[in-house]
């Protein structure tokens, strides 16, 4: 295991149109989280799952934002009708249960045009 | 919630050189501050972290020190080299799981 995968690494999509974005934590860790990164600025926690159960989401996260951890392993973010504000830099992050040693992926860059 | 300030944001420093970064805390419940350093195309690299039973902590050339008090801790880095040269983020844990991160520093080292 050689972290925390993100698939796709960049994402260019029309406004309107729905993406759909996938982690793969690090296989041990139970919590998985998203969040959002915009140029020039730290990220910001978007949501948070304890194996399968989400169990945070943040005020950021609208109803066009969906996510997923159907079997407590990987997770997929969703974005419905893709606005240009949702540019950013997805990142995801994994850690074990007691939740220090947050380990980030590389993230999935998406550019709504 | 909780909320994080980091300083400064660009730090340009000589090679041999030591960087320090600050960062401010607001909730006095947060118990765990890691460090990352960012570089394009490698994503957040956990590079330092500390709890808040702890006061200091070092590895090789980084240290950061955590004054609960007066809820601020910082990074150290000392005889910087050129790799280096990076943006880095400070972050807190309050109460739940998720992170609050600072507005980041870019570091650059000259050689």
């Known amino acids: ?113 | 919630g909780e909320n994080v300030e980091q300083h400064p944001s660009t730090l340009s420093v000589q090679e041999g050189d030591s960087a320090v970064i600050k960062c401010t805390y607001s909730d006095s419940a947060s118990n765990y501050f890691p460090w990352y350093k960012q570089e394009l195309g490698k994503g957040s690299q956990l590079i330092i972290d500390i709890r808040s039973n702890v006061g200091e902590k070092k590895d090789q050339r980084i240290a950061v020190t955590l004054n609960k008090t007066a809820k601020h801790f910082s990074l150290h880095i000392t005889e910087t080299q050129p790799e280096d040269s990076a943006v880095y983020f400070c972050a807190a844990r309050a109460a739940g799981n998720k992170l609050t991160f600072g507005g980041g520093t870019r570091v650059l080292v000259k050689p």
């Open chain 1, 1 to 113: 295991d050689t972290g925390v995968s993100q698939d796709p690494r960049h994402k260019i999509t029309k406004r309107g149109q729905n993406v759909t974005f996938r982690c793969d934590p690090i296989s041990e860790h139970n919590r998985l989280y998203w969040y959002r990164q915009t140029l020039g600025q730290g990220p910001e926690f978007l949501t948070y799952f304890q194996n399968e159960a989400q169990l945070e989401k943040s005020r950021l996260l609208s109803d066009r934002f969906s996510a997923e951890r159907p079997k407590g392993s990987f997770s997929t973010l969703e974005i419905q009708r893709t606005e240009q504000g949702d540019s950013a830099m997805y990142l995801c992050a994994s850690s074990p249960d007691r939740g220090f040693g947050y380990t980030f992926g590389s993230g999935t860059r998406l550019t709504v045009v």
